[in-house]
């Protein structure tokens, strides 16, 4: 009973708990900023460029080749499927990551902001010892 009990304390924990909350937070939060990009950003961006899709953007390298039959049916040459450098979905994706940044970023400094400030301690002035050799010295000159 006692790995369980420590298993249960170390999992109810207050910092493990807002974690696991985060992660699914962020995963939703996520979520809805793909749907933004690729649903009301992309098209309003392919709207202004001329009608382009962004999703649909790619370097091909190698086409795609269809499967050649000859006349019984047999496949004499199989497909070969297209090669291609998608940087359209790359940028997408680039941008989603920009704005969930953004908005984490701003999302911490308010939090930071909303923290109170820890108090500062006072300079340390110098000790009684230091302060009577002082009035010494100049008693002196």
């Not at 207050?14 to 939060?29: E, Y």
């Not at 900023?33 to 950003?41: L, P, R, Y």
Request: net charge neutral; charged share 20%; glycine share 8%.
């Amino acid at each position: 009973m006692g790995f369980l009990s420590e298993f249960k304390e170390f999992a109810m924990k207050g910092n493990l708990v807002d974690m696991a909350i985060a992660f699914v937070m962020g995963g939703a939060f996520g979520k809805v900023v793909t749907a933004f990009v690729e649903k009301m950003f992309a098209p309003v961006v392919g709207l202004l460029m001329g009608g382009i899709d962004l999703n649909d953007k790619k370097v091909v390298i190698v086409d795609a080749v269809a499967e050649v039959k000859d006349a019984s049916g047999t496949v004499t040459s199989p497909a070969v499927a297209e090669v291609a450098i998608q940087w359209g979905a790359f940028l997408t994706a680039l941008i989603d990551f920009i704005i969930v940044a953004f908005v984490m970023f701003l999302i911490i400094k308010a939090i930071n902001k909303m923290k109170k400030p820890e108090p500062v301690a006072p300079p340390a002035g110098p000790t009684q010892e230091e302060l009577l050799t002082q009035i010494r010295d100049l008693l002196k000159k």
